[in-house]
């Protein structure tokens, strides 16, 4: 498993769905930029495997975002789970953040248990379906 720096393309490479997809390319349209975002790309045996990154929202407060080809988050997840937490930390340390926030689909039973092996809890629940997740950086 190897982390590399992400690139616009490697969207396409996901084994996600179309709807997924679009929902990728607005966030990248919206709030990324390849060379200043902390973002990353996650390859295995060459193949993109899942994409994520962090974004300063306020002045000690990140976002995380991530998505996986759910195949391989099944397979790896311990290994995945490692990298990811240890990225957070060191983009946490690297930009000065205290929290990071993920904010989760209600409905997404998968992508709550990935946040919360990650060390996020539940903060609060939003009126839009949404729950908002946070985990302080570790070393800070």
């Excluded at 990324?32 to 495997?49: F, N, R, W």
């Excluded at 995380?64 to 397979?75: E, G, I, K, M, S």
Aim: aromatic share 12%.
């Amino acid at each position: 498993m190897k982390i590399c720096r992400f690139k616009k393309s490697h969207i396409d490479r996901l084994e996600i769905s179309i709807e997924e997809k679009a929902e990728m390319l607005d966030y990248y349209n919206l709030y990324l930029k390849e060379d200043v975002s902390p973002a990353i790309t996650i390859k295995y045996q060459g193949m993109v495997q899942g994409i994520g990154g962090i974004r300063e929202i306020d002045k000690y407060v990140g976002e995380a975002w991530f998505c996986f080809n759910p195949d391989f988050l099944h397979q790896h997840k311990i290994g995945v789970i490692k990298k990811v937490r240890d990225y957070i930390d060191f983009v946490g340390i690297t930009f000065n953040l205290k929290t990071i926030q993920a904010i989760i689909d209600i409905g997404s039973n998968r992508d709550k248990r990935f946040i919360e092996f990650l060390g996020f809890k539940r903060k609060k629940k939003l009126e839009s379906g949404f729950d908002v997740y946070s985990r302080n950086v570790k070393g800070i």
